[in-house]
């Protein structure tokens, strides 16, 4: 099933500089410029990754700089399931990318950005993830006000 990351900081629209973008990506290994995008591939381990330089406007992805040569976002395509061994790589390669630029990482359908490396790693993985917590709240309330109410339940029925 195919990834999508976006890497952007959500808070401005700003960008970073197209030229110093492409430098970054460009002296990473294996990097192989195509345009604006950079593909990174391992043909031993069935990895093939496309990172794109864009600009991100409300949830479309524009690739290229803007008139200015900035660019506020970076989209990360993975088109296949990474092998298990290489996913904690790329969701560090992902986080590395995103801290050098002080960006965030969010999975292109959420709105929410992905905490850390270990949560990338499961959401890449397939694994359940918790929900966040501005999301969860009332759903803690919630399992707090049934756990209540299961224990009240239990404790009225020995009595």
């Known amino acids: 099933m195919p990834i999508e990351l976006i890497l952007h900081k959500a808070t401005t629209s700003e960008g970073q500089s197209y030229q110093d973008l492409k430098a970054y990506l460009s002296g990473l290994p294996n990097a192989v410029p195509e345009g604006d995008d950079f593909v990174f591939c391992d043909e031993e381990q069935g990895l093939y990754v496309v990172v794109q330089i864009g ?5 479309s992805f524009h690739p290229g700089p803007n008139p200015y040569q900035q660019c506020n976002a970076i989209l990360i395509r993975i088109p296949n399931d990474p092998p298990n061994s290489l996913i904690e ?66 404790m009225l029925s020995y009595h």
């Open 55 to 59: 600009n991100l406007d409300g949830e």
């Open 89 to 154: 790589p790329l969701a560090e390669f992902a986080f590395n990318i995103a801290r050098r630029f002080g960006w965030a990482v969010y999975e292109r359908s959420h709105q929410t950005p992905i905490a850390d490396e270990q949560s990338l790693a499961k959401r890449l993985s397939g694994l359940p993830v918790p929900l966040p917590v501005a999301s969860s709240g009332c759903m803690g309330i919630f399992v707090l006000l049934l756990a209540l109410l299961l224990l009240n339940n239990l």
